[in-house]
């Protein structure tokens, strides 16, 4: 077996804007949905009703440290972070646009030149330190304005608004940027419906007027973000023939394994499966909307509004890669309610996988599931894939020296690219793994410092102290080696 990875693959790391910007009223940006969440995971974003407007109003809670509105001050140290890429070999870094800086309510005519200066200067940054931008237009980043006036995507009218925000950044940007993806991880609409679709869902124990999503309203933003990434296959083309545009999803939960044979765990991992990533990969890549949401609808007596236009764009505009995410494996028991967190899928403990990364999160590490699932998505979708993340969060803190000896971090990396490189020899086309995230950055789920996944350490803690002194582990000099052997000396 060829033990080096192809010639021109993308090596790199992988962040967020929300989760390392900071800077988040700065240079005309408004709130995005998670500048008012303390991690994804909260069911008490910072919104109240106002009876006298009759609108959602952001209300932060004074009590809470919201780590993201500062995050680790890439705003303004840009140049000195992807300098530390740059001396680990990095050939590709992705990031996203912040929609807000460019749109700050999202439904302005005309866009902020401020916002837009930020990002030319950037790319302009990647491309002068020998990296390839990978760049997201939606990280959970859309904006509060378009989920408290509108209700977020069940509303068409964000299409009109998200075609102008994408034919705004392809024309600035074409001929910077490459590749582009459309929607983080917004298959896991379905169960967290406001960061990962930008749906209005206020918790109804969380507030004194409860906004809980409508089935239909839910299954109408699925319909309207499949024609929303259907226009932006199209226009990308129309304005760069050039770039490429890929999905974005989620995909921990394709190894979803039955927890024994039993038919109906077989059928019931499979099934999980399907409705948690495929029912958006599937309309993405083939341009068919599944058969098993169709029934769905059709048994909840739902009909969401799809014009005919729509449905031959969704069937005609497919993405050019998939791109995914991918932490750990789980398990599918008939007698075990599903449990999620970031990572993906829990399920029941699989007696079969001997490691499990150490407390407070203790995941299953379990490279071979990201062979098995880069096979799976290759079959089914026969599209070139991309790893855009990849990565071990672990509760770290300096020696007397003021190092990290991330020992575990190496280990975990080690192993998932081992089995990249047989997914590669199993006849996959993956072109490219970026690792996350490359430098401390603020956590998705949680909203903490505390789980750090970098190879460069970040001094910032969860109460929000910190000189934010930027400090290299172990781990950084081991990947730099990684990248010099092209893999060889895995």
Known sequence: MNKRFPDGFLWGGAVAANQCEGAWLTDGKKPNITDVMVGINTKEPGLVWNPGTQKWEMKLDPEKVYLSHEGIDFYHRYKED???????????????????????????????????????????????????????????????????????????????????????VFNRYKGKVRYWLTFNEVNNMYRRPVVSAGLLNIHPEHTDKPLEM??????????????????TVKLGHEIDPDCQIGCMLSSSSVATYPYNCDPENVLGAYQL?????????????????????????????????????????????????FSLSYYRSGTYSKETENAYDTGGIKGKPNPYLAKTSPEPWSWPVDPVG??????????????????VENGIGLDEHPDEEGKIHDEFRVEYIRDHLIQVREAIEDGCDVFGYLYWGPIDIVSAGTGEMKKRYGFVY?????????????????SYDWFRNVIRTQGEEL
Request: net charge negative; charged share 25%; glycine share 8%.
């Open 214 to 231: 409508t089935d239909e309203q839910v299954w109408q933003g699925y319909v309207n973000i499949l024609a929303a990434n259907a226009w």
């Open 273 to 321: 499966q399907r409705i948690s990533n495929f029912y958006f990969g599937d309309p993405f890549c083939t341009g068919i909307i599944p058969g098993y949401v169709k029934r769905i609808w059709r048994e909840a007596g739902i009909s969401p509004v799809l014009s005919e236009e729509e449905l031959q764009m969704i069937k005609t505009y497919t993405v050019d890669f």
């Open 82 to 168: 992807l300098a530390l890429m740059k001396g680990m070999g990095f050939n590709a870094f992705r990031t996203s646009i912040a929609w807000g800086r460019i749109y700050p309510s999202g439904d302005e005519e005309e866009p902020n030149e401020a916002g837009l200066k930020f990002y030319d200067d950037l790319f302009d940054e990647m491309r002068k330190d020998g990296m390839e931008p990978v760049i997201t237009l939606s990280h959970y980043e859309t904006p509060l304005h378009l989920l408290t006036e509108y209700g977020g995507w069940s509303d068409k009218r964000l299409i009109t608004f998200w075609k102008r925000y994408v034919t705004t």
């Open 458 to 474: 970040v001094d910032r803690h969860n109460d929000g102290t910190g000189t934010l002194e930027r400090s290299l582990k172990d």
């Open 370 to 387: 990201l062979r098995y699932t880069l096979n799976v998505l290759s079959d089914r979708y026969h599209k070139p894939i991309l790893i």
